[in-house]
């Protein structure tokens, strides 16, 4: 087991990045953060309002402050983005440069899609099929850059998908 390693999970709303960053950190016994939870508790609100009330620009440059903030103040190894996190290239060269090794959790846009039509953190960016279809595949493109690449199948649970990523990125 590779003890040193710190690992970024990327990929599209609803792939499971909070839940199988949950079970990576439970196989590993190792510290774990999530960007957007560590965002609504530094800013005292919520993603969806954040967005809604702000817009989007001034959520991504709150979004790159609570990541430089976490690359630099703790020592997590396990770090899960934002669906959009990864897409800004400023972000891309702080985990980079932070040495993380990065992870998209790839998955098909009707599975995202199932997900965020049943779970109960809104999404402003997801706000209709049509809207979250484009984001999905504008982003491909850029989720590809990630060192590893999982493909996350209905058939498979995120503890398995977690139990992949240990035995292949921590062996
Ligand atoms: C976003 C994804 C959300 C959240 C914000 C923006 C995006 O996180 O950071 O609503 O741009 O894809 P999840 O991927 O955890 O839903």
Redesign the pocket.
Known sequence: MDSDRRVALTG???VG??SVARHLSSILRCGRIDL?AYIEKSEGRS??DI?NTDGEPAYRVI?TANLKAVLNGTDARILSL????WTIPANRELIVGSGLITIWLESSFEHCWANISKSR?E???AKNKAAARR?FDERQGIYCLADWHFIIRPEFNSYEIARQIADQVFA
């Open positions: 599209f709303m609803g990045k909070s957007d993603i969806a967005i979004e934002g669906g959009g996190t953190k999404r402003p960016l984001l």
